[in-house]
């Protein structure tokens, strides 16, 4: 009788657990719909913006630009890691700390000199943890991030690319691109690269002011944008990533109680059992 009570006590913890998995994967669901909705309509205004950028910055130009401003070589970088503040997600924060090491090591082996600017809380333990310095950590990104939460990530450090005080800032993020795939991302915030503008009919600008002026006001736009879109994405591949696992966790324990049900009632069975051959040997004993 003890090991079929054993049994039943452990079904019953189990499925108290894939409640609690059910009830999460439901929850990232939700909010997985939203987040994607938003890194969907960033996107073709990220496309844009990146577009006039690249048919206005002629070579002349780009060597007026501060955020253009393309180093002989990198001395001093700036690596910006984004994790969550929140486990339960699978190897969605290890995949980011490993691509944001690989990075640490590239620009240090380049002989730069690294500032690690960390987000989440994720993040910031492990990198405490296993003593690596770390110029900034911060866990006070909102959910879900709004253009606020981009502007004080990136502003000081543009500032400082200006200034000359830095000659790169790198950004490590997980990039959403659909339900099941969220890879790690890098991406060079600073200098700006001006990319190639998109074939095709070439529409006609009147400019007013000027090229420059225009610029002046869109490369900072852009840089803002590029972290904007880099935190939807990270945001986005978060609540990804826990949907899925906790829906291979909620899968996993309807596997496992299937196969306790099973031994429970084989359990059951050979007690059931027992107990009739019992009481038919008793029965014996009295006749005889």
Request: hydrophobic content about 40%; aromatic content about 6%.
């Amino acid at each position: 009788m003890s090991k079929s009570r054993d049994i039943y006590r452990r079904m019953k913890s189990v499925d108290s657990t894939k409640k609690i998995t059910r009830t999460m994967e439901m929850v990232a669901t939700a909010k997985l719909a939203q987040a994607q909705g938003r890194v969907i309509r960033a996107r073709p205004y990220s496309a844009e913006l990146m577009d006039m950028i690249a048919r206005l910055a002629t070579p002349d130009l780009a060597e007026s630009q501060p955020l253009l401003r393309q180093p002989a070589r990198i001395e001093r970088a700036a690596l910006v890691l984004l994790t969550s503040n929140r486990g339960l997600c699978g190897a969605f924060n290890a995949n980011l700390i490993r691509t944001a090491q690989a990075q640490l090591r590239e620009l240090e082996e380049a002989g730069a000199e690294v500032e690690f600017h960390v987000y989440g809380n994720k993040g910031i333990s492990y990198f405490r943890f296993r003593g690596v310095g770390m110029a900034l950590t911060r866990n006070d990104l909102g959910d879900p991030p709004a253009v606020d939460d981009a502007r004080s990530l990136i502003g000081e450090l543009a500032a400082r690319f200006v200034a000359g005080e830095l000659d790169a800032v790198r950004l490590v993020f997980a990039e959403f691109r659909n339900m099941v795939s969220t890879p790690p991302a890098v991406r060079q915030v600073l200098p700006v690269g001006v990319g190639e503008a998109r074939k095709g009919p070439q529409p006609f600008y009147i400019l007013d002011p000027s090229e420059e002026g225009i610029l002046d006001h869109l490369l900072p736009l852009y840089v803002t944008n590029s972290t904007y879109s880099a935190l939807l994405e990270t945001a986005a591949a978060e609540q990804a990533a826990r949907r899925t696992a906790m829906k291979s966790a909620t899968d996993n324990a309807n596997e496992f109680l299937d196969n306790l049900r099973r031994t429970y009632n084989r359990a059951r069975q050979a007690e059931i059992t027992n107990q009739i051959a019992e009481i038919i040997g008793g029965a014996d004993a009295l006749d005889g």
